[in-house]
């Protein structure tokens, strides 16, 4: 894959204690895991829920990135200030396999 359509760059976070900055504390929260990374960020769709009678919508994307080990479901992706979940394993390109990851992400509701 050409380094041209990966012109975003985005943060991954994968959950486990972060120091307090007020504190001190060590605490449940979200470590930056790789930063900068290279990638495409492609909305798909948006679709409205309702839950607990509050209106709520969940962006559904596409992150593609060049092959790396360790990026897992439990971890989270940032980009331009916004949240993305990883919603399921990572999928591999068709040809090698090692070439490139495509991830279906959803924007929207979280865990913080």
């Given at each position: 894959?050409?380094?041209?359509?990966?012109?975003?760059?985005?943060?991954?976070?994968?959950?486990?204690?972060?120091?307090?900055?007020?504190?001190?504390?060590?605490v449940e929260g979200?470590?930056?895991?790789?930063?900068?990374?290279?990638?495409?960020?492609?909305?798909?769709?948006v679709k409205d829920?309702?839950?607990?009678?509050?209106?709520?919508?969940?962006?559904?994307?596409?992150?593609?990135?060049?092959?790396?080990?360790?990026?897992?479901?439990?971890?989270?992706?940032?980009?331009?200030?916004?949240?993305?979940?990883?919603?399921?394993?990572?999928?591999?390109?068709?040809?090698?396999?090692?070439?490139?990851?495509?991830?279906?992400?959803?924007?929207?509701?979280?865990?913080?």
């Amino acid at each position: 894959m050409r380094a041209g359509p990966m012109r975003h760059r985005v943060t991954f976070q994968s959950p486990g204690l972060v120091q307090d900055e007020e504190s001190g504390e060590m605490v449940e929260g979200w470590a930056d895991v790789w930063k900068g990374v290279a990638a495409r960020v492609e909305p798909i769709s948006v679709k409205d829920l309702i839950a607990a009678q509050a209106n709520q919508s969940q962006l559904s994307a596409r992150i593609v990135i060049r092959y790396r080990e360790g990026v897992l479901p439990t971890m989270r992706i940032l980009y331009r200030s916004k949240i993305y979940n990883i919603e399921g394993p990572a999928l591999p390109d068709p040809k090698s396999g090692r070439e490139y990851l495509t991830l279906a992400v959803s924007e929207g509701l979280n865990n913080g």
